[in-house]
């Protein structure tokens, strides 16, 4: 599809925001899951404002899930800094509908960089659908912009590690009534003491959310360390008898 200078232009949006008390951790720095936030209700505005959001959607039977998720984290960003998001829809990777984000400080210099992949399900089946006719013309897209040049990292299974347990409460629900994708980091982030905290922070984050995970699913997510820094995790839907989810962390000492 030809893109229009005007369209060319809109389809960048960037979103000021000042981070606030609530975004950060014990040591005032921006949590992975309020970031994961931010980069989803980007996603969430962006999406609206090029027509095919929720309630562009909906009219299809259709929904927006989050697949796969790398950033890369290059400056910490902490409490009280003012930040812009920038996103835009990029292009099209099989059953994938890739969307780079780049955060920035206010002079402009690169702090975080992420892609993302996303599917669309079919309300009723909860099955993968592919867009088309009107709803995949309207997909405007930047195949040409990079904040990532890479693919969102697709994991390896992690098979043996130290077991954590976890259950899905009534708070870690999304509107769809599935835990949302922030809590998924949460409980990640969860498995370390706060004294690794203090001392290391994470400079590279990944995650591939395989299975819904539903109210009240007991999960058992397992967690193996590398070299330089690196964790794996992976975690097992007890109650459904499926996996949930993969990430990876790599953590460098803290500024």
């Known amino acids: 599809?030809?893109?229009?200078?005007?369209?060319?232009?809109?389809?960048?949006?960037q979103i000021p925001i000042r981070i606030q008390s609530a975004y950060t951790d014990a040591f005032a720095r921006?949590?992975?899951?309020?970031?994961?936030?931010?980069?989803?209700?980007?996603a969430i505005q962006s999406a609206d404002?090029?027509?095919?959001?929720?309630?562009?959607?909906?009219?299809?039977?259709?929904?927006?899930?989050?697949?796969?998720?790398?950033?890369?984290?290059?400056?910490?960003?902490?409490?009280?800094?003012?930040?812009?998001?920038?996103?835009?829809p990029k292009d099209i990777d099989g059953l994938h509908y890739l969307r780079d984000f780049i955060i920035r400080n206010e002079a402009g210099e690169e702090?975080?960089?992420?892609?993302?992949a996303w599917l669309a399900i079919d309300v009723d089946s909860k099955r993968i659908r592919t867009l088309e006719g009107e709803l995949l013309e309207s997909l405007l897209r930047r195949s040409d912009l990079h904040a990532l040049a890479y693919t969102p990292e697709k994991l390896a299974p992690v098979k043996l590690g130290e077991s954590f347990p976890q259950k899905a409460g009534y708070h870690d629900l999304d509107l769809n009534r599935h835990v949302t994708s922030s809590r998924y980091i949460d409980w990640m982030m969860e498995s370390f003491p706060m004294d690794f905290h203090q001392q290391q922070y994470p400079e590279y984050l990944a995650v591939n959310f395989m299975k819904e995970t539903m109210y009240g699913n007991e999960l058992s997510i397992r967690r193996t360390e590398g070299e330089h820094g690196l964790f794996q995790f992976e975690a097992d839907n007890l109650s459904r008898a499926t996996q949930s989810?993969?990430?990876k962390i790599r953590f460098t000492a803290s500024n």
Do not use: C, P
Request: proline share 0%; charged share 20%.
């Open 30 to 42: 921006l949590r992975m899951g309020a970031l994961i936030n931010i980069l989803v209700e980007a």
């Open 111 to 116: 702090l975080i960089k992420a892609t993302s």
């Open 245 to 247: 989810f993969r990430g």
């Open 49 to 88: 404002s090029l027509g095919f959001g929720y309630s562009g959607l909906r009219k299809n039977q259709l929904f927006w899930v989050l697949s796969r998720l790398s950033i890369e984290i290059h400056h910490t960003i902490r409490w009280y800094d003012s930040i812009w998001v920038e996103t835009w």
């Open 1 to 13: 599809m030809e893109i229009s200078n005007s369209e060319e232009k809109s389809i960048l949006l």
